[in-house]
């Protein structure tokens, strides 16, 4: 800290300003800056929950040659669409690490698509807590944000959430 402070104070005698102004001016840079820092289990690897419509996935990235497993089975076999199969490997696309982890999810709730977009969300935010570097690539390409669209209610005198029942005049 000693050493810390004595650059600062050589930086205020550069610039003109004393040193507790520099001092001050730092620790408000560095509150504004959020710091993403790595985060592991004991095992080695990141986890993350990822969520789309009324799914919710649990996943769990390390470092390996590119398999991945959604609830006990290939993700090929559980996701049959070569479309849902796409959505899975688009973080890892985007971040050029196509081979380099293995993924391991539980995935409960919702359809197939749901499904779908949970575990792509989990892989990203994993991504993010296994490589903080990655969360700006992953975030402008839009994984890192939970589709919020769900299920509109029904409502009571409707047949379903909007849809009226037929009007009869006689």
Do not use: C
């Amino acid at each position: 800290m000693a050493e810390e402070t004595k650059s600062l104070q050589d930086l205020g005698t550069l610039t003109g300003a004393p040193a507790g102004a520099v001092l001050a001016g730092m620790g408000a840079l560095e509150a504004a800056k959020p710091v993403h820092v790595q985060k592991l289990d004991k095992q080695g690897r990141a986890y993350a929950t990822g969520k789309r419509k009324n799914a919710v996935a649990r996943v769990w990235i390390k470092p390996g040659v590119g398999k991945m497993t959604v609830n006990g089975k290939d993700f090929s076999a559980y996701f049959a669409r070569p479309v849902l199969q796409m959505l899975l490997k688009q973080p890892f696309g985007v971040a050029s690490r196509a081979d380099a982890y293995d993924v391991t999810a539980t995935v409960a709730g919702g359809g197939l698509s749901g499904q779908a977009g949970a575990v792509r969300h989990g892989i990203s935010k994993a991504l993010t807590y296994f490589e903080p570097e990655l969360r700006g690539v992953l975030k402008k390409g839009g994984f890192l944000t939970r589709d919020s669209r769900i299920v509109e209610r029904k409502k009571y005198g409707r047949m379903k959430a909007r849809r009226s029942f037929q009007f009869s005049k006689r």
